[in-house]
């Protein structure tokens, strides 16, 4: 892709096709408020065009040895990395962060995504159970036929690939929806899927909106895997959709994750990586940590300090090296971002760093969708500012005078997806850990990702988990085989 197209297309059997409807949305730039492109807005034909190709496609794809497939995702990784630089701008445009965190985090990571599960199907472990000397048993895992893949805005390239390579590694044929928000590099990825030769209909991307496309995947009865990423509100109408026709479905929800830091903690590192977890991609990362709780001792200091760091972040246009936080996604999200300052000052919280927009100084984000890094203390941790999630660059700041005491208020709460500890004690971060109820606990660290392990989260944070071997037993069937002597 040369130019950011004026109107991108469906994928759909290998070609790039109108919506058949002939409708499109307009594609805002979040750092003007200005349409840049046109998204189809795809309707049910365009889906029932999409199964299709993918059944067509299923039986020679899922037929082909591991090692076959795994070169085509091999090869996809490698272009992508090839494209690294018009992917980030295409990614850093399309949603609003900034270029630098596009070029160092979305995109490497949809590579190492792709790699990633490309090499884990090469070596996975068969299982066969002996039954005394009556019976053997093996365990065939067997792709499950065609996955409808549902992506959000936050990370659309990184989120979407890290559902696409398992599922057509293992041997299924898919179907993609990425968010309408921010579609474009989707779009691109099927361009390279092409110059990969992947075999048509293996992939498809139907663009458009949830109700119109998203409903569909759900609801078509030959799509028996679901996997999505959204909120919560939506991820319960997927649920709803699904459970009538038995299909398998991963939900990766929203989160509204603690950071909880001890007197005894590396401050420096502490502060360091509570900036980066409560303001990273302007606070739209799932897996941020907006409810931050230090221990009494060492409240005043840290808040100072964090004060200090955050303060120090440059909101600037997404597409300039220099800045650290870009734009909010939409009006929508802003606004959502707005209400929640507002409804945590009318609980009683004091607005320490932040609380109302502000814009970069240049013309070109005149009308953008900007958010200063936002810091409230003095709330209560029952409050709805800390018990729903803004999904923005909001955090709170609570004290706590004891290790039950946080562990309550962590737990207090809808969500259990996330959650960081920082600490020198080994022992209390071991203890700690393990009464958090979240799915994945980061201990004097955050973000830090190794794919083979599992990853999710509980109560409305989501059902099931992806990652490592858990996404390739997400995305196949297990059949016993049971042979008498
Ligand atoms: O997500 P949606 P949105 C949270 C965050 C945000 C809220 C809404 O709090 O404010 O969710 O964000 C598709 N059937 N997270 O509106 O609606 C939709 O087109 C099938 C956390 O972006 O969940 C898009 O492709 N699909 C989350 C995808 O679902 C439907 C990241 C997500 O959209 C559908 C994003 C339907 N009925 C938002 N309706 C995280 N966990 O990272 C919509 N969609």
């Known amino acids: 892709m040369t130019e950011i197209p004026a109107r991108i297309r469906n994928f759909i059997d290998g070609q790039f096709l109108e919506p058949i409807g002939s409708k499109y949305l307009d594609n805002i730039e979040p750092a003007t408020g200005k349409p840049y492109s046109q998204v189809p807005d795809s309707d ?44 980030s701008r295409a990614e850093s445009i399309d949603t609003g962060k900034p270029i630098s965190l596009a070029r160092t985090l979305d995109i490497p990571r949809a590579v190492a995504n792709f790699r990633f599960f490309a090499t884990a199907i090469l070596h996975t472990e068969s299982e066969a159970h002996i039954t005394d000397n009556v019976a053997f048993n093996y365990t065939l895992r067997q792709p499950r036929g065609i996955a409808g893949l549902i992506s959000p805005w936050n990370l659309p390239l990184y989120l979407l690939s890290w559902k696409i390579a398992p599922a057509i590694a293992v041997g299924n044929t898919a179907i993609a929806k990425p968010s309408e928000l921010t579609p474009m590099t989707a779009y691109m990825l099927c361009e390279i899927a092409r110059e990969a030769g992947l075999p048509n209909g293996v992939l498809n991307v139907v663009h458009g909106t949830g109700p119109n496309v998203g409903a569909a995947i759900t609801a078509h009865p030959k799509i028996n895997t679901i996997s999505f990423t959204g909120g919560t509100v939506t991820g319960r109408k997927v649920a709803e959709a699904c459970a009538p026709l038995f299909k398998k479905v991963s939900l990766e929800l929203g989160g509204k994750n603690p950071n909880i830091i001890f007197a005894d903690a590396d401050l420096d590192t502490a502060i360091a990586g509570s900036v980066r977890s409560s303001f990273a991609n302007q606070g739209q990362v799932c897996l941020c940590g907006s409810r931050v709780f230090v221990e009494r001792s060492a409240y005043k200091d840290f808040v100072d300090r964090f004060i200090d760091k955050a303060s120090q972040l440059k909101i600037g246009d997404p597409l300039d090296e220099k800045t650290d936080q870009g734009a909010i996604v939409n009006k929508t999200q802003l606004d959502k971002i707005k209400f929640y300052v507002d409804l945590a000052q009318k609980e009683g919280g004091k607005i320490t760093l932040g609380g109302s927009p502000s814009r970069p100084p240049n013309e070109r984000c005149r009308e953008g969708y900007f958010f200063p890094p936002t810091v409230i203390t003095g709330l209560l941790v029952s409050c709805r500012t800390n018990r729903e999630e803004i999904f923005g660059p909001v955090v709170t700041i609570t004290p706590f005078d004891n290790e039950e005491e946080v562990i309550a208020y962590a737990n207090d709460c809808d969500y259990g997806l996330a959650s960081s500890v920082w600490t020198q004690n080994l022992s209390r971060a071991h203890r700690v850990a393990e009464q958090i109820n979240t799915g994945t606990v980061w201990v004097n660290c955050w973000l830090l990702r190794d794919l083979r392990v599992p990853f999710g989260g509980m109560k409305q944070s989501g059902v099931g988990r992806e990652g490592g071997e858990e996404a390739l037993r997400f995305f196949t069937e297990p059949k016993n085989v049971c042979i008498a002597k």
């Open 44 to 87: 049910t034909r365009d889906v029932d065009l999409a199964v299709a190709a993918a059944e067509k496609a299923f039986h020679d794809w899922s037929n082909k040895p591991a090692a076959e497939r795994s070169r085509f995702l091999l090869r996809i990784a490698d272009l992508i990395e090839r494209d690294l630089e018009k992917f």
